[in-house]
């Protein structure tokens, strides 16, 4: 159920709600895609943990003013406290994984395997969730699985790729369970899982920073921050997008974030595209879009 435009924001967009919504999923995209290239630039010379803690503190200064206005006791009573602490587990790892891994990786390598994860939650779903799961469903998953293998190219990975793989795949695991824990939490409230999301990554960093602190000079210090002030912004496009419009209609676009990081890797980074990355890719989108029809035909 989508909540529509109001009559003057329509106006003064002069478009109409669905394809606002459009555009507020493709800025959303970017700049999802612009985060994790400059996240890429920043671990080649902070680490992790550093990236992670300078982010986390940056986001939750921005948010005081929203989590001051809806109440610190709403933040501290959630339901399911053991499943809310797993989906800040899986979100924790997936973000330390992301960044282990485009450490070694190219930018478009490692969005292909998190491409991946819609395909992840497909599987998990009939398991954990007591999903059906038809012909084409399946179908789709193979499909997609294949893609993934085409992309990994096993027989061309050297030792060093070899583990930056096994990493990036670890994170697509821990992006697929948050989602998985975030549909088992559809009552709690949008800023509940932000604030603890982004609490689960500063204890990261907190924890994994000492061990490796490189003192940032002012130039990176503004860019560790503007690490999540976009990446919030991102959110609240794509949150807004899904208001403005059927998901049917904007949700299919998430697969820009492939095309932006070829074009930002080679930009930024000098990386081209391996012919494997691209074929498994392609047949990963494909069998995302295919399994995103049939559970919305189906829903």
Known sequence: MTSPASPASSRLAGLSPSALGILLMLLGMFMFSLNDAIGKWLVATYSVGQVLLIRSAVALAVLGPILWRFGLP???????????????AFSTGEVVCFYWAVTYL???DVMTFWMAAPICVAVAAPLLLGERVGPWRWGAIA???LGVLIALEPFAAG??????????LLGTACFAAMVLTGRQLRGTPDTTLVFWQICGALLAGLVMSPWDWVPPTAPDFALLGLLGVVAMLAHVCVNRALKLAPAAHVAPFQYTLLPWAVVLGWLFFGDLPRAGMVVGALIIMGAGLVIFVRENAKG
Do not use: I, T, W
Not at 76 to 83: T, Y
Not at 159 to 168: F, T
């Open 159 to 168: 030792p060093s790729r070899g583990g930056a793989v096994l990493v990036a």
């Open 74 to 88: 709403r933040l501290f009573s959630v339901e399911r406290p053991r499943m809310q602490a797993a989906r800040v």
């Open 106 to 108: 190219p930018l478009a």
């Open 143 to 145: 499909a997609g699985f």
